[in-house]
């Protein structure tokens, strides 16, 4: 039964009609207990907002993460297209340098994954997490030697094939 201001005489305070109200209940073992209760509330509400807290903070940095990524892989594809006008010396320190980018960026985001899944576990699908993961899937493949990648025969078929349509010139050119 919920008691307005309303239901009350006027000038008699709310106060006045709590022992009415809770009855039986009101004793001091079942205040303690609320009182107890509130408290233990109180605090893990304060520790949920630490927590949550660090998760802001923690979507942040995937955030980050994120901008780099896209940063990186907009570099590198200017920088591959000039590394195609360029002395094979220069070229291939271009991309040597490019491939260090990537690699310093994996290393750093691989450190993540283990927090992405506490954080998943703990509280569900986080913001950019999935594109987070499939950034680094991607660059993980970017980086893998051909002959470690292409293992499955079909893989090493279809490569083989492309390069030798390219040495012969079937290949249109990048521009």
């Known amino acids: 039964m919920i008691i307005s201001r309303d239901d009350l005489p006027p000038g008699e305070p709310l106060a006045a009609k709590l022992p009415v109200l809770i009855g039986e209940k009101m004793t001091t073992d079942f205040v303690t207990h609320r009182i107890a209760n509130y408290g ?10 630490e927590m949550v807290k660090v998760l802001w903070q923690f ?8 901008f780099v990524y896209d940063s990186l892989c907009n570099f590198d594809v200017r920088m591959t297209e000039m590394a195609l006008n360029l002395p094979g010396d220069e070229a291939q320190k271009l991309m040597d340098s490019i491939e260090h980018s990537f690699r310093s960026w994996l290393l750093s985001s691989c450190e993540l994954l283990e927090g992405l899944a506490y954080f998943e576990q703990r509280y569900g699908d986080i913001e950019n997490g999935q594109r987070f993961r499939e950034a680094i899937c991607h660059v993980t ?10 293992e499955d025969e079909k893989l090493v078929e279809l490569r083989d094939r492309a390069m030798e349509s390219g040495q012969r010139g079937e290949c249109e050119e990048i521009q």
């Open 141 to 150: 493949e970017m980086l893998t030697p051909d002959e470690e990648f292409f």
């Open 59 to 66: 979507e942040e940095v995937l955030h980050h993460g994120l």
């Open 40 to 49: 233990r509330e109180v605090e893990q509400c304060k520790q949920d907002h």
